[in-house]
């Protein structure tokens, strides 16, 4: 069983999201074979340096994961792209690539975050190409932490603002970005994360080839019930599920712990 999940947004403050995560890790992600995290599994990420204290719940329940031998992967996203080896050493996570290639409930499946493929947003695709050069990493995680945080803030006051100014089509995936990625991999499915648009999408490539395309969900700390929203997928033999996860339990980090 391969367990998938993104766009989890952890504060690093106390949170129901961050609760719900612990439970996850504590409780379905222990049955599962490998664990797949598709980017923005914190709200953002300005160095090893800090995430490492700011999220240490997290990061030792990770760990406690992989000692029990669950294979859990990370592909960074838009918010923690600043990832890096020593949260890997801690955890004992493997760093993908994006996008990457894996056979799930023996299916090759194309795995990304998702923004590389939402090319028709000029805007975002800029920041995004500059956001990755590592000269520009190299000289932010140079910068006093307080000033990381505050730029990281600025970051994600900006995005909401823009977001609320931009047409809803182009921040969402373009149909033949799509295409071309699954037919360049040869591939039929593709699961990824970022647009907070979760549903199953058929397509028909070229020759009549039929392909899937998952976006998985978005958490929030409240639906539409109130309650929080915490889903991920399940692959296996038997095919793919969505599965929302039960309401944390009081003690959720003390099982993480166990």
Known sequence: MILL?????????????????????????????????LGDLFEYWVGDDV?????????????????????????????????????????????????????????????SHGDRYCTDDRGYQRWRRFSRNRVAQWLFRRLPQTRRHAIAG????????????????????????????????????????????PADHLLQLRGGIRATRIVLADWREAGPSGAPLMEYLKVDDGGVMRVQLDRPIPDAATAANA
């Open 5 to 37: 999940l993104s766009d989890l947004h952890l504060p690093n403050e106390p949170s129901p999201l961050r609760e719900g995560f612990l439970h996850f890790l504590a409780g379905p992600a222990r049955k599962a074979e490998a664990v797949y995290i």
């Open 154 to 197: 600025g970051l994600r006051h900006q995005s909401g603002a823009e977001k609320r100014n931009k047409p809803s089509a182009i921040m969402d995936v373009n149909d033949v970005a799509i295409r071309t990625a699954l037919t360049r991999q040869v591939v039929t499915r593709m699961i990824h994360g970022h647009t907070h648009r």
């Open 51 to 111: 995430g490492l204290v700011d999220y240490a719940p997290e990061i030792k329940a990770l760990r406690d994961l992989t000692d029990r031998g669950v294979r859990v992967h990370f592909m960074a996203g838009n918010r923690d792209f600043l990832v890096g080896q020593r949260f890997a050493a801690a955890t004992g996570v493997t760093l993908l690539e994006d996008p990457l290639v894996v056979t799930l409930g023996g299916v090759p499946t194309l795995l």
